[in-house]
């Protein structure tokens, strides 16, 4: 397997071995602002927030970007939709990062890849 440097530290056997590289074509996340920076993407590792005990996900999940192929599904997350009042709409490039995941995908970036620069809308979700 070809060895890929990542935009963020991630542990070891991540991102999976099944994990694609091709494109990703309308996919969402839940965002805090308008004009969404690099920051918005970060994973929870990255951020260095503690994973609860309930919060049910492998390290390598956690330390992924998550991304939804429905808007409804990101909706029906309480917390997440108050903390963020924004819908980002994204196509990812292809040999732009590895994902996996065909409702919720956990996508790693390629180091040297803004996921910010894939961002093609934004509007307010009204929940």
Partial sequence: MVAYNYGEDLPTQCPPDDAGDGSLSDVYR???TPQPAEICFASKA???EVRPT???CTDCEWASCSLN???EA???IRGLR???KFVAKLDIPEKSG???GEDHVHFWKYQGFEISSAVTDVWE???
């Fill in 46 to 48: 990255a951020l260095h």
């Fill in 82 to 84: 108050k903390r963020n």
């Fill in 30 to 32: 839940l965002v805090p």
């Fill in 125 to 127: 979700h009204g929940q």
């Fill in 98 to 100: 590895r994902h996996i």
């Fill in 74 to 76: 990101l909706l029906k």
């Fill in 69 to 71: 192929f429905s808007v």
């Fill in 54 to 56: 309930t919060y049910k």
